[in-house]
Each structure stands twice: as C-alpha cells, then as structure tokens.
C-alpha cells in the first residue's frame, strides 16, 4: 500500500499592519517632539537652508544677537536640530505672544538633512503651523513640504524673506528711499512668478506669498521703508493658528493690535 502524499503547510495568516491615520500621526510626532497641544501654540520654520529662518524666528521675537534666546544665523547650515523658541518675558511682544512658540527647523537638503525624507524627519505635520521659507523663486522642494503639511490639514505659507535686500539693490533711489509705487512693482512681479511655479500644483493653487524683511520685522529703524507683508503675515499666521485649535475665537483682534504695536508695523 503507497504511502500518501502529505500536503504543504499552511502559511501561517499574518495580519495587515493597520494604517494609522493623519491624526494618530500627529499625535505621535507631537509626543515625540514634546510639543505642549495645550497651553501653547506652535509653528515652525521649515524649508532650504539658508532661506533665513533663523533671522525671521529672532525677528518676531525681538532678540538682538549676543543675547541667550538668539537663534544662531548665518550663510552656512547653522541649525542642527530642532529647536524650540519661546518670547522672551523683557520683550515687547512677550504679552501677545506668551503662549506661542516658534520651532526652528534645520535646512533640508544638506548632507546632514536630506530634502527626500525631510518631511518625515523632521515631523512638520506635527505643528500648528508651518512656514515655508523660499528663496527668491520656488522650488521643488518648496512646493513638496506644503503639499505634505497640506495632506495632514496643518495651515502653512510661503514667505520670501530677505526683501531689503532685492528693494536696496533694484529701487532705492539716491536719497535713499523706496517708493511704495516700486514696492508694489516688486510684489507683483514676484507673485506673478510664484504664480507660474503653482501651475502643476493644484492643491496650492490658493497659496499666498507673502514678501518680509526680518531687519523690518525686527524694528530697526532704517529697515521700516522695507516694511512690505510683515503685518499681514503676523495676521494671518495668528488667525489660522487660533481658529483651527478654538474655531470662533474672538480674541484674534487683540493678539493682533498688540503684535502690530508693539513691534511698530504700520498699516500699508
């Protein structure tokens, strides 16, 4: 009698990884960041290195280089890791801003902080807000972070720093003064660029641009006829912020009127 053939073992049934979702995702990040989602509001800097956003964190908080809340600045990668930014209480805009924090992310693509895992290294879902700095025209990778930060439901905005200087070297006339009718020229050339990068990009299609001076924001005297969106950045950072974690807030208004006084940014 032939001796039967015994059949293969069964794989054994292994269950499907389940997806996390968005919100788990944050979540995690946000625990392994030690991001506070209570008490405290926070947006981050990201994007290339050197696009300054050392100088625009130190900027918003008033703080003058030499001093122990300076976020380090220069034309090399000079931010290492993430680092976190609190407005100092002797700073005029302590009182509006006590509750907020800016996160200083490391410039990607370097060796050191590659711009194909950027995104997921760095955790930029993980904040309230993410400002995405540019430099004088888009990028990939530009484009890249805001459509991830977008997938998650996280606000953002494009900010092209470092306007003094494009005004000083293109429109300042003999006396030294720019005229508002050339800053608009500026703008508007600059968005209508933004503009032509967008065009593959429909999920940014509604994206502004916002144009900033850091030596502007930071209320330097000679600096204030450069002054362009630094007022209407502040706005609408603070409003996207606080109406997405309180919806119907009515306290907008006041973060607003207190920011714009005391850092001296005038209506335009």
């Keep these: 009698m032939g001796l039967g053939r015994s059949r293969p073992a069964r794989p054994a049934y292994i269950a499907p990884t389940p997806q996390k979702t968005p919100e788990q995702l944050r979540a995690e990040a946000q625990q392994h960041l030690g991001i506070d989602t209570v008490n405290k ?7 290339d290195c050197k696009n300054g956003k050392s100088s625009l964190i130190n900027a918003w908080r008033r703080v003058e280089k030499g001093e122990k809340e300076w976020a380090e600045t220069g034309s090399t990668e000079t931010t290492m890791k993430i680092a976190p930014y609190e407005f100092p209480p002797d700073k005029p805009v302590f009182k509006a801003m006590e509750n907020v924090i800016l996160w200083d992310i490391p410039g990607a693509s370097t060796g050191t902080h590659p711009s194909k895992t950027y995104i997921e290294d760095k955790k930029l879902y993980a904040f309230d807000f993410v400002i995405v700095l540019t430099g004088q025209s888009l990028t990939e990778n530009d484009m890249q972070y805001a459509n991830a930060v977008a997938s998650y439901g996280v606000p953002f905005a494009f900010v092209r720093s470092k306007c003094d200087q494009n005004l000083m070297s293109d429109f300042e006339d ?7 009718a050339d800053k608009e020229h500026f703008k508007a050339a600059g968005t209508a ?3 032509k990068y967008l065009n593959n990009h429909s999920a940014l299609s509604s994206s502004r641009l ?4 850091a030596m502007a924001l930071q209320g330097k005297r000679n600096y204030k006829k450069y002054q362009l969106d630094e007022r209407e950045l502040l706005r609408d950072v603070v409003y996207k912020v ?5 919806p119907g807030a009515d306290c ?10 005391n850092l001296g940014l005038a209506e335009r």
């Design 41 to 47: 509001y926070n947006i981050a800097f990201a994007g």
């Design 174 to 180: 003999e006396e030294g003064e720019v005229k508002e």
């Design 193 to 195: 660029t933004f503009r």
């Design 210 to 213: 916002y144009f900033v001076s």
């Design 242 to 246: 606080m109406e997405r974690r309180n």
């Design 252 to 261: 907008v208004g006041v973060y607003l009127a207190d920011v714009a006084a």
